[in-house]
């Protein structure tokens, strides 16, 4: 397991900008919170309207955790989908845990199944790779494995 990149930034300015250019703009989404707080924050959490997802899944709301370091030369993030409706999970994931699958790696898990592989992604900038991740997720990733 990878240890979240240390540092005395916390990146609350990171997770506000991320909070307000991506996940507040996502009609699917109905709250997005600071976990711990917006001072402190080291993760993001926004919950889903089961209803608004295609398709529809329910009765409890699906979660995205999104959690953010930035550091040189590439920024370490693992952003994931949990809807315990379906026991689904998705996972993008840059970080040290699948050195074979390459710098980003993709997972996912059903209770009949799981696999992950490699992943590159075209834009650069954190607010654009989660936009790339929410699209993924909402547009492919969602309706092929509910």
């Known amino acids: 397991m990878s240890v979240p990149r240390p540092g005395s930034n916390p990146n609350a300015n990171l997770y ?7 996940l507040d703009r996502l009609p699917q ?6 976990v711990p707080d917006d001072i402190e924050a080291t993760e993001l959490r926004a919950t ?4 608004r997802l ?8 699906p979660e995205l955790i999104v ?3 930035r550091q040189d030369p ?12 379906t026991d689904f ?6 970080d040290e845990d699948h050195p074979d699958l390459g710098r980003a790696h993709f997972q ?4 009949s199944e799981e696999d992950r592989w490699g992943i590159s992604f075209e834009q650069e900038t954190s607010s654009l790779i989660l936009w790339e991740i929410v699209e993924t997720l909402l547009e492919d990733v969602h309706s092929n494995y509910q």
Do not use: C
């Not at 989404?29 to 600071?34: C, D, P, W």
């Open 16 to 22: 506000a900008q991320l909070k307000r250019d991506v």
């Open 29 to 34: 989404i109905t709250m997005v919170e600071y």
């Open 48 to 51: 889903f309207d089961p209803n």
């Open 54 to 61: 295609d398709p529809p899944t329910g009765p409890d709301s």
């Open 67 to 69: 959690q953010w370091y």
């Open 74 to 85: 590439h920024d370490w993030f693992r952003i994931n989908y949990i809807d315990p409706n």
């Open 89 to 94: 999970h998705a996972g993008w994931h840059q």
């Open 108 to 111: 996912y898990s059903t209770p």
